[in-house]
């Protein structure tokens, strides 16, 4: 008999964001228990879209430290 290690809950998502059609988190704290179960070790960012908060990769120029990731234009394009 094969024994499989279990698998941790999968964190709540509440669907689909109305947006850009991403995995929606309701809060803050439920997107980062996804990043943490999902993408472990991974440069992974939690951000806010409309009422909905996404997970997301960072730039290239962030992880490398040229850009200040608060430099970044947010989604409507404008600078933070």
């Known amino acids: 008999m094969t024994t499989h290690a279990a ?3 999968r964190p709540h998502a509440a669907g689909r964001c109305d947006v850009c059609g ?3 988190y309701p809060t803050k704290a439920a ?4 990043r943490r179960r999902l993408h472990p ?3 992974m960012s939690v951000y806010r ?5 996404h997970l997301g990769h960072l730039p290239a120029n962030v992880r ?3 850009t200040d990731r608060h430099d970044l ?4 394009g404008v600078s933070a």
Not at 31 to 34: C, L, P
Not at 49 to 53: A, H, I, L, S
Not at 73 to 76: A, D
């Open 22 to 24: 991403k995995v929606a």
């Open 41 to 43: 070790g991974e440069a």
């Open 73 to 76: 234009p947010n989604r409507r």
């Open 64 to 66: 490398t430290g040229d």
């Open 7 to 9: 698998r941790p809950p």
């Open 49 to 53: 879209c409309g009422c909905w908060w």
């Open 31 to 34: 997107a980062k228990v996804a």
